[in-house]
T-cell receptor, first 115, second 111 residues
Framework: DAGVIQSPRHEVTEMGQEVTLRCKPI?????LFWYRQTMMRGLELLIY????????DSGMPEDRFSAKMPNASFSTLKIQPSEPRDSAVYFC?????????????FGPGTRLTVT | DAKTTQPPSMDCAEGRAANLPCNHS???????VYWYRQIHSQGPQYIIH???NNETNEMASLIITEDRKSSTLILPHATLRDTAVYYC????????????FGKGTKLTVNP
């Protein structure tokens, strides 16, 4: 298995632009998570889905952030408009909820820089 | 979920055992202890988890005290590639899947 796939790996954009991050979970996994990591705040959960349905979005910072999971093999995290404070590494993770819901598999991350 | 407390940093000599402690004194009966690690610039990696019995897998051993208020992750023969930040997390099995990562312990394995 290729593991969790994220794209792009690096993104540099200007303030005000729309940014879309993509994630392909491990095949067969039914939960998907979006995390953000910064030096100041550490690693924090933004939102997670189970069976493509958002379960907890309490970590989404504000309305500029949105996430979708149109099917079991694809999810997007969109920031519109982007701001410099959104600069961070964004990780996607997936898990098989029914067997061990604490065992999550993380992707390599997308490093976002907003100038 | 119960909070955890870990030392901010530890050092270990290559080839020796690394023992990483975690305090979770407010843990409840249905909360599991999970350990993850994050090697620089990579995504976190699941290591092991347990409820009350000691657990061992190919990566590490997890020792949980009888009162469950603390645990120790043991890397039996640390290598330079084990240098990473190690996170101890408690999670209610069957409840939310939300992992709350603290600051963890930065383990440095020295040659």
């Amino acid at each position: 298995d290729a593991g969790v796939i994220q794209s792009p790996r690096h993104e540099v954009t200007e303030m005000g632009q729309e940014v879309t991050l993509r994630c392909k979970p491990i095949s067969g996994h039914n939960s998907l998570f979006w995390y953000r990591q910064t030096m100041m705040r550490g690693l924090e959960l933004l939102i997670y889905f189970n069976n493509n349905v958002p379960i907890d979005d309490s970590g989404m910072p504000e309305d500029r952030f949105s996430a979708k999971m149109p099917n079991a093999s694809f999810s997007t995290l969109k920031i519109q408009p982007s701001e410099p404070r959104d600069s961070a590494v964004y990780f996607c993770a997936s898990s098989l909820r029914d067997t061990n819901r604490g065992e999550q598999y993380f992707g390599p991350g997308t490093r976002l820089t907003v100038t | 979920d119960a909070k955890t407390t870990q030392p901010p940093s530890m050092d270990c000599a290559e080839g020796r055992a690394a023992n990483l402690p975690c305090n979770h004194s407010t843990i409840s009966g249905n909360e599991y202890v999970y350990w993850y690690r994050q090697i620089h610039s990579q995504g976190p990696q699941y290591i092991i988890h347990g409820l009350k019995n000691n657990e061992t897998n190919e990566m590490a051993s997890l020792i949980i005290t009888e009162d469950r208020k603390s645990s120790t992750l043991i890397l039996p023969h640390a290598t330079l590639r084990d240098t990473a930040v190690y996170y101890c997390i408690v999670l209610i099995q069957g409840g939310s899947e939300k992992l709350v990562f603290g600051k963890g312990t930065k383990l440095t394995v020295n040659p």
